[in-house]
């Protein structure tokens, strides 16, 4: 017993440590409210949505609610930019920026609220994957910025975990297909 004592670090350094952390996301948080456009945009001009949606992300993972004024900016902004095939983006990223969105809205959804934008948004999703009836077509699966560009492994990824962030099962074909993809 003694020598177990001595191997394992004393209780309050994992309070230590969950202190620094909190203090670093704390003194983050406090950078990113200063960079916060009144619009509740981050970046707007150069990445539409895609910063916003991590920021809501990063946020509510690291204990902020819906509640605090900037995530709720930020998911007001966030919801404004849901367009009607679905999709959440600006002028381009399609797939992008719709996927980060989706996966910060997934966080937020503990009522239920965004459960529409969710499924829409995987709809939309679906329609930017590249298809082949014959199946033959090494682009099959896979997904790009949008419908018309190549497919690549980064972007058929944030495809992948926006499907399953809006409980898009992984016996759905979309799903199949990616993981098709991601495997050659």
């Known amino acids: 017993l003694g020598l177990a004592a001595l191997a394992s670090p004393p209780a309050r350094a994992a309070d230590d440590k969950t202190d620094d952390a909190k203090a670093i996301a704390d003194k983050a948080v406090a950078y990113l409210r200063s960079k916060q456009a009144k619009n509740g945009s981050f970046s707007e001009k150069q990445f539409g949505p895609g910063v916003t949606a991590l920021v809501v992300a990063a946020m509510l993972r ?88 190549r497919p690549d492994l980064s972007n058929t990824q944030l495809f992948l975990d926006a499907l399953l962030a809006a409980g898009v ?8 297909r990616a993981i098709t993809f991601i495997s050659r």
């Open 62 to 149: 690291n204990g902020y609610t819906t509640d605090d004024p900037t995530v709720k900016k930020a998911i007001d902004y966030l919801t404004s930019k849901v367009k009607k095939n679905g999709g959440i983006y600006d002028k381009g990223l399609a797939n992008y920026t719709t996927s980060v969105a989706m996966m910060a809205l997934k966080e937020a959804n503990k009522d239920g609220k965004f459960d529409t934008i969710l499924k829409d948004g995987a709809a939309f999703l679906k329609k930017l994957q590249h298809d082949d009836p014959a199946g033959k077509d090494i682009k099959l699966g896979g997904v790009g910025y949008d419908a018309k560009s």
């Open 169 to 176: 099962p992984k016996t759905d074909p979309a799903v199949q």
